[in-house]
């Protein structure tokens, strides 16, 4: 592939031209040339869009697809292209399908299934076999196999015991352990945030506390083994608080915040709406102002779209009784500079990398062309025909959005939306 990107504006700080407008050449993959009004005398492919901007590549740490096992929700073809459309030149596995992907056969069925696609997929293995919380899976093939990171999808580990083993063992391979956390005693049958909402709505409360002793108790693993932890969807004042303290401790310890618990409160719970059950349930004006607050002073690592896809059959029922997640990757961008900055989106969808430990090549002349697409300004709202996943059970529908997601440049590919 021989492409020209012409008038793109260069956000990256790791790079020399950062906050510069130019000409961008790319051959086979890589940043050939940078610079303004790039002669064209082999007349390649040239790129002109409005307002072009492009970055390092965003990545996704928490993406589920279905297959295998819920095709019906999502396949990985078409889930790597929402995600290439959407901007994101990698995603972050899951292992939440059936079978759980637990084992290094596993691993490499899902590496196998995207190869030749513009987005890279990185799998996560589950920490335990079958993702049940009893016995440890086999975390070192996994690792070999190409696994990221070790975690039960949304589910926290009540044994104590079995997360302090996976934090002492994965030390020997530099292996990063998820750990959930949202105590399941604590929470009961509660579906949503615990407060003056549930209350009106007469529907059972999760309180905060539920997330806050959780991530207490794996700090304190954290601190007694050594070892990498990362906390995935934070969604308190409480455990941001925590995080920050474990930090300045010196902990090596991360953590993400989604999409929609930076943009929603559980006041859009009023019309019962499915689409707004999530887990961790979406928390107060408070919770999410103080996240906001994490993600600037860089106590929250990165921003995820948690990207569940579920089928309809499991949405359209009785509140209680339906399946928690949202679809994310189309509307992410959009939804996040309405509360956030430019360069800090792009920082928190980029700041992944690093935690996974994912090569991140700058915007230089000699480096890997692995660059988003994007146009920080204009405004729209986010509608059904938005939406490229299979399941449609977004959040954002209605939303107002500020800015789109053009595509992507990655693995020779040039992906448009």
Known sequence: MKLIIRNAKIIDPQSSFHNQTVDILIVDGLIEKIGASLPNPEQVEELKLDNLHVSQGWFDSSVSLGEPGFEDRETIANGLLVAAKSGFTGIGLQPNSFPVIDNQSQINFVKTKAIGHATTLFPIGALTKNAEGKDMAELFDMKQAGAIAFGDYNKSFENANLLKIALQYTQDFNGLVIAYSQDSNIKGQGVVNEGVVSTRLGLKGIPNLAEELQVARNLFLLEYTGGKLHIP?????????????????????????????????????????????????????????????????????????????????????????????????????????????????????????????????????????????????????????????????????????????????????????
């Open 233 to 417: 969807t934070v969604s308190t004042a409480k455990s941001v608080a925590l995080i920050k303290e474990a930090k300045a401790k010196g902990l090596n310890v991360s953590c993400s915040v989604t999409v929609h618990h930076l943009t929603m409160t559980d006041e859009k719970l009023d019309s019962f709406d499915t689409r707004y059950k999530v887990t961790p349930p979406l928390r107060t004006e408070e919770d999410r102002q103080s996240l906001l607050a994490g993600i600037l002073d860089n106590t929250i690592d990165l921003i995820t779209t948690d990207h569940n896809p579920i089928d309809i059959e499991h949405k359209k029922m009785e509140f209680d009784m339906a399946k928690n997640g949202t679809i994310g990757l189309e509307s992410a961008f959009g939804a996040l500079m309405n509360v956030l900055p430019l360069e800090k989106v792009i920082e928190k969808l980029t700041s992944g990398k690093t935690v996974f430990g994912i090569e991140s090549p700058a915007i230089n002349e000699g480096a890997t062309a692995n660059i988003s697409l994007f146009n920080p300004e204009g405004e729209s709202t986010f509608t059904k025909a938005a939406i490229l996943s299979k399941s449609k059970n977004s959040a954002f529908l209605g939303m107002q959005t500020k800015g789109k997601a053009y595509g992507i440049v990655n693995q020779g590919q040039l992906i448009l939306r």
